[in-house]
């Protein structure tokens, strides 16, 4: 997370978070070619949640980004931080257990694992996000865990409660921490405006809207390569499903 003087930024991964620290950097802490604001500039905890912020910093604002669940299920897959640092999740042993021929998996063999063992796990060990009030195909998924686990006062009870009652009624919301979410296609504008918003000069900002994107070291898919190439009906079936709550949140990604 990034905590400064005017409000705290939420990173979760694969969703921009990379490009918003660049230019919040440029931002606070200036470059050769312009003085930064010279407020508080705090990078701490990178994939920190909102039940993570010091007690001190939870009356500012609170900003994240979101991405469309289909698009960004494609990009942890070519990201590959599951092949590279295997032991992050549920460990090599586990993945080829289920799937003999990992680390060389199909995308649909990717997020099917990832909605099998990547759920309620962390470097090997239980995290304690359990559901059995929704079975297969229903199940909530590994991108609304991480939502739930991101944004919601205790997050465990809240992942445990989630039911056809509480999808329908969307009582979960209740839960959620007051957070501005930055959609992760409309970032340089989005940003600009929330920063505008808390009234800083627009000349300060201005460079926002035309900054290039900033990808993460490590690679990932070309970037001619577009999400709706890599689904068959089915498998988008199956992220629909699992990640329901997520759309009904972001109903312009439920396409």
């Keep these: 997370m990034i905590i400064t003087d005017d409000f705290v930024y939420i990173h979760p991964p694969k969703t921009g978070g990379t490009f918003v620290t660049h230019v919040l950097e440029r931002l606070y802490l200036g470059s050769p070619e312009r003085p930064g604001l010279g407020r508080t500039f705090l990078n701490t905890h ?18 994240t980004t979101v991405r469309n669940p289909y698009d960004r299920y494609v990009s942890q897959y070519y990201f590959a931080w599951w092949k590279r640092h295997p032991d992050a999740y549920c460990g090599a042993d586990a993945m080829k257990a289920l799937h003999p021929h990992y680390p060389e998996l199909s995308f649909d ?8 063992l990547f759920l309620n796990c962390h470097q090997g060990r239980e995290t304690g996000f359990r559901n059995e009030r929704l079975a297969d195909p229903f199940r909530p998924g590994w991108h609304t865990e991480q939502f739930i686990r991101f ?21 979960y919301r209740q839960s959620l921490f007051p957070v501005h ?30 900054e290039p994107k900033v990808f993460p070291e490590g690679g990932g898919r ?26 009904e949140m972001f109903p312009e990604y439920d396409v």
């Design 151 to 171: 944004y919601c006062h205790e997050p465990r009870t809240v992942f445990a409660s989630l039911d056809e009652e509480a999808l329908v009624s969307r009582r």
């Design 222 to 247: 070309d970037e001619a390569s577009h999400w709706q190439d890599h689904y068959t009906p089915e498998l988008k079936r199956f992220v629909r499903s699992r990640e329901r709550l997520l759309f």
């Design 181 to 210: 979410f930055l959609r992760s296609e409309f970032l340089n504008h989005q940003l600009h405006d929330f920063l505008l918003g808390l009234g800083m000069p627009r000349e300060r900002i201005s460079f926002i809207l035309d």
């Design 109 to 116: 063999e990717f997020v099917r694992m990832a909605n099998t």
């Design 46 to 63: 990178k994939h920190g949640t909102c039940g993570d912020i010091p007690a001190a910093h939870l009356g500012k604002p609170l900003l």
